[in-house]
């Protein structure tokens, strides 16, 4: 009744692969923020005024 | 740690042949998700939009336009991981993609389902906030295209397969031409035949050498279905049309004379390829044959592409 739940213990391969993954996943959403920011400067006050 | 469990019906055809969905830790690495995306077919993909890009009329801010083909790469991308997805059990019984992430057991199916479903959704988006959404609708359709008319449904059900399904690779063009012009025309149509009459002969020549893993795979590509004679003949057919389809740009005035002559030219060296591999039937003289046609259509396509871009950089007849 009072048994612990199995937990995952991560290998050190396991670990690196998924810091790996993580920094890429930042990565990527940092390079879309910038993106998007830089966008908005380059179309100027009026980027959301604009024929679809 | 898989996102989709075992017995989900997102994990896919992929069950007999390929190692379940994992339930332990994911060892995928970031160059396996990178693989997921083809990165050979997105070069490609990246370099037909510059192109329809470029030679778009009008200007685009390089801001912009490198956020268009960004999006087109990450949504091509988001469709090869897609079809990884989905041919997964395919892929496993194939020497040629035997050693992709999800055969070999790196990636689960469903890593790969969310890992594509989430890239095209954001490519999309991101392309109708940023740039426009004729592009968008575009990237889109081609997404769609490729994963449910081509992966889904042709590639397993005829042997034209490659020929409607290679559509999806003739779209790039004319979303490029659509992120910069916010319409589609006449050109970027020409684009779109030109690699669509392009596809059939070289993946023809292609699958000519690979015969046994597509029956293993009972994929029914031409040569497993009509033989290899009918394939060569069908290979030569398409090789003659692109001919004047390649041409079709100076013949119609929207390219210039060097345009013309590469266009001609090459596609009389394709079509001299294509001979070759109609006489040349059997052994190695037959294999070599194949390999040198689908080698010289990568040229082909690239020089004509590129002879283009120049043409669109220095300044052209497009309108």
Redesign the interface.
């Known amino acids: 009744m009072d048994e612990k739940p199995e937990r995952i213990v991560l290998t050190e391969e396991q670990k690196r692969s998924r810091r790996a993954r993580s920094i890429a996943i930042a990565l990527a959403l940092g390079a879309l923020v910038i993106l998007f920011y830089v966008v908005t400067l380059v179309k100027g006050p009026a980027v959301l005024n604009r024929p679809l | 740690?898989s996102l989709v469990g075992e017995g989900s019906s997102f994990a896919g055809p992929a069950r007999s042949a390929v190692s379940a969905a994992r339930q332990?830790?994911?060892?995928?690495?970031?160059g396996d998700?990178v693989a997921l995306m083809k990165p050979r077919v997105m070069s490609l993909v990246v370099f037909t939009a510059l192109v329809g890009l470029m030679i778009a009329p009008g200007h685009v801010?390089p801001?912009?336009g490198f956020?268009a083909l960004?999006c087109i790469a990450v949504g091509a991308g988001a469709a090869g991981a897609l079809n990884m997805w989905y041919d997964a059990d395919i892929d496993a019984v194939m020497s040629r993609t035997a050693d992709r992430p999800i055969p070999q057991g790196r990636v689960a199916p469903g890593e790969a389902l969310a890992f594509g479903m989430t890239l095209s959704a954001?490519s999309v988006v991101?392309l109708g906030l940023?740039v426009?959404?004729l592009a968008a609708a575009l990237l889109a359709f081609t997404v769609f295209f490729y994963v449910v008319v081509y992966t889904m449904w042709l590639k397993r059900a005829t042997p034209q397969n490659i020929v409607i399904g290679g559509a999806a690779g003739a779209f790039p063009p004319m979303i490029g031409w659509a992120a910069a012009t916010?319409g589609v025309s006449i050109e970027p149509c020409l684009l779109f035949f030109i690699i669509f009459f392009w596809t059939p002969p070289h993946f023809w020549a292609l699958s000519l050498n690979r015969v046994d893993d597509y029956a293993r795979a009972r994929v029914p590509m031409l040569p497993v279905v009509a033989g290899a004679e009918e394939t060569r003949w069908q290979i030569l057919l398409y090789s003659v049309a692109l001919v004047p389809i390649g041409a079709a740009p100076w013949l119609l005035g929207f390219a210039d004379a060097i345009y013309g002559v590469t266009a001609v030219l090459g596609g009389v060296l394709m079509v001299a390829f294509a001979w070759r591999v109609r006489n040349e039937r059997d052994g190695q003289g037959g294999e070599r044959a194949a390999q040198q046609l689908f080698a010289f259509s990568i040229l082909y396509l690239f020089v004509l592409f590129a002879v283009l871009l120049v043409e669109g950089v220095v300044g052209a007849r497009w309108v």
């Open positions: 740690m332990e830790p994911s060892i995928a690495s970031v998700y801010h801001v912009i956020t960004l954001f991101v940023l426009n959404w916010g």
